[in-house]
């Protein structure tokens, strides 16, 4: 979970984290209070979320492919990142440069 790791970086940009995973929600919550995560994780068991944003599942690939998002104050996504492989995690300081980016588009 390296969004953990740079949070700070996140919220002193006032963006808020907020993660979606398939798992039920008694397992999310208890992974998130097991790892004391301090933002938000969503279960979307039904894949509804993950649909809506066209997330790849693939049950040949171990399930949901990673996927992240930078939604702004209006829902308008203005960063997406969509991962090949399990492995493939965009690193933080990419998503903080686009966040930056955002932030000096307006």
Known sequence: M???QDYEE?????????????D?????QRYWEE???????LADRCSKVASRYHQEINIF???RMP?????DALGLVRFHYYSDNMAD???NQEVLEAIDR?????
């Not at 996927?67 to 939604?71: D, E, G, R, T």
Request: hydrophobic share 55%.
């Open 61 to 63: 690939k171990l399930g």
């Open 35 to 41: 790892q004391k995560i301090p933002f938000i994780g």
């Open 10 to 22: 996140f919220t002193s940009r006032l963006v808020e984290v907020l993660v979606i995973g398939p």
């Open 89 to 91: 995690i965009i690193p």
């Open 67 to 71: 996927a992240l998002f930078v939604v």
């Open 102 to 106: 955002i932030l000096v588009e307006g």
């Open 24 to 28: 039920n929600q008694k397992a999310f």
């Open 2 to 4: 390296q969004l953990h």
